[in-house]
């Protein structure tokens, strides 16, 4: 998984009918120190996040294992709000 | 798989049922010297691993088989803690 910072919405009216009444977000990859890096995605939201927000984000095949979204063309899920990310110092 | 060192750990409340009670830890993948490879992810832990210690994990999907048969979304997961590993190539 991924750390990021959701930046945005998308909306998008003609979609695939499995991803109907599901959130799209924005987001911009962050390392844990939150420097961004790498490029912006687009991630379903299943656990009510909002723009601003530290999340994590799970990829791939693995994304479809997100609450609700069997079965749906996915590839990124936001899969939690993150609280606090502490890192060993020197790291 | 991979190797990593464990540099942190992530505190996160709100998320989706199937990963409470799952330990989320911040890895750094490491190349044959333990010199920085790539970048850091998060990855759940299958093994009871801590920071500062060398691990091996695995990404995709395999990464939810350990806690089968709850369905964890996760793509990275650690598999194993490294006691130690000798690579003839830096030895000789």
């Not at chain 1, 999340?55 to 936001?78: F, N």
């Amino acid at each position: 998984m991924i750390l990021a910072r959701i930046v945005g919405t998308v909306v998008a009216t003609r979609k695939d009918p499995r991803l109907v009444s599901n959130k799209l977000l924005v987001a911009r990859p962050m390392d844990p120190h939150g420097k961004s890096e790498g490029n912006y995605l687009v991630a379903v939201d299943t656990v009510d996040a909002g723009v601003g927000e530290t999340v994590l984000i799970v990829s791939g095949s693995s994304a479809r294992m997100a609450a609700g979204m069997k079965d749906c063309p996915v590839d990124a899920a936001v899969v939690g709000i993150v609280d606090t990310v502490e890192v060993a110092a020197g790291d | 798989m991979q190797l990593a060192k464990v540099i942190g750990d992530v505190v996160v409340t709100r998320k989706d049922d199937a990963l409470t009670g799952i330990k989320l830890l911040v890895l750094q993948p490491i190349g044959a010297d333990g010199s920085n490879v790539g970048r850091t992810l998060v990855a759940v832990d299958a093994v009871g691993s801590g920071v500062g210690e060398t691990v091996f994990f695995v990404r995709g999907k395999e990464a939810s088989f350990p806690f089968y048969p709850t369905e964890v979304p996760a793509d990275a997961g650690i598999v194993g803690i490294v006691d130690h590993y000798d690579i003839d190539e830096l030895t000789n």
